[in-house]
């Protein structure tokens, strides 16, 4: 295996400013994620009442976060089984990573947050050899950060469904209708735009690719528009989805190597059965 590249997604989650590129649809700059000794951090998660409304359940606590190294083990704690390298190196730096977000001052859960690493995770993981250990490994995954893997498939799933309804003007203009989801973008766009308990991050960009790709909003416009409905910055977005799509297309070079390994050591198993055979064939008829 040592001959198989592996992709890291570090970038993905955090990168050095640089230049903003022309592009549509592209990459951000994003604020360094150092640990803290003592931080105040917000566990929030938001729940269907019985108006059908996503609700904000948050509670603040002053605690000293859990070390990288513990959520790392309790990841490891939770699944057990090998995981092949070229999808355990990217795991391994992506919870890494997410930890450090997921314990800062500023972090607070949002279901764009959710979709854009649901995403980010089927797609990673698109072409494991089982389905079941794929969820598992989700479940591990998100749990090991404490919190909630059904939540974020839920949210996800609730986000894409909507988005799968809108026009790209319905899209953009969530701020004049009231819903479920229109609500969730209307809180993060209050958030956001009064810099209390919003931190940026690329899933969250991803997140909001998600809904243009799913609304069928192609035009750049679309996305100029909808950042500022939610008083995103459009630069650091345009930098993060140029980033992520170029990850992406590493890891597929990297599985289309992976694969090509995996058919050379299978044909080599089945050379070496079939010459095996014809020794222990040979070997009975000159016994004979």
């Known amino acids: 295996m ?19 590129s022309a592009r549509s649809y592209s990459a951000s700059n994003l604020d360094a994620y150092k640990p803290r000794s ?6 929030c998660s938001f729940r269907a009442s019985s108006s059908s409304r996503m609700v904000v359940h948050c509670m603040a ?23 092949p390298s070229i999808y355990n190196t990217v795991l391994q730096e992506l919870i890494v990573q997410q930890h450090l977000m ?8 949002d279901p764009v947050f959710a979709l854009g690493f649901v995403t980010v995770y089927d ?7 089982s389905g079941e250990d794929r969820d598992a490994i989700f479940k591990a995954y998100i749990t090991a950060l404490s919190e909630d893997p059904a939540q ?28 479920e989801v229109e609500a969730v973008l209307k809180d993060i766009s209050e958030r956001a735009g009064s810099n209390k308990s919003f931190s940026y991050s690329r899933f969250f960009a991803v997140g909001l690719f998600r809904l243009l790709e799913l609304s069928s909003s192609t035009e750049p416009t679309i996305l100029d528009k909808l950042c500022a409905a939610l008083n995103v910055n459009k630069k650091s977005v345009d930098r993060d989805l140029d980033v992520y799509r170029m990850l992406l ?25 079939a010459s095996q055979k014809a020794n222990e064939t040979v070997a009975k008829v000159s016994g004979a």
């Open 38 to 43: 003592k931080v105040s951090y917000n566990s």
């Open 102 to 109: 997921r314990y800062k001052k500023s972090y607070r859960y």
């Open 249 to 273: 297309s590493k890891l597929v070079q990297a599985k289309e190597l992976l694969k090509e390994y995996v058919e050379r050591e299978k044909k080599k198993t089945e050379e070496r059965a």
């Open 123 to 129: 797609q990673l993981m698109d072409g494991y050899p």
């Open 152 to 179: 974020y498939r839920a949210d996800a799933q609730k986000l894409e469904e909507w988005a799968k309804t809108q026009s790209p003007s319905s899209l953009v203009d969530f701020a004049s209708r009231d819903g």
């Open 2 to 20: 040592a001959a198989i590249t592996s992709v890291s997604f570090t970038a993905l989650v955090q990168s050095p400013e640089r230049n903003p």
């Open 61 to 83: 606590s002053d605690s000293d976060p859990p070390p990288v190294s513990q959520t790392k083990l309790n990841f490891l704690k939770s699944y057990k089984r090998p995981i």
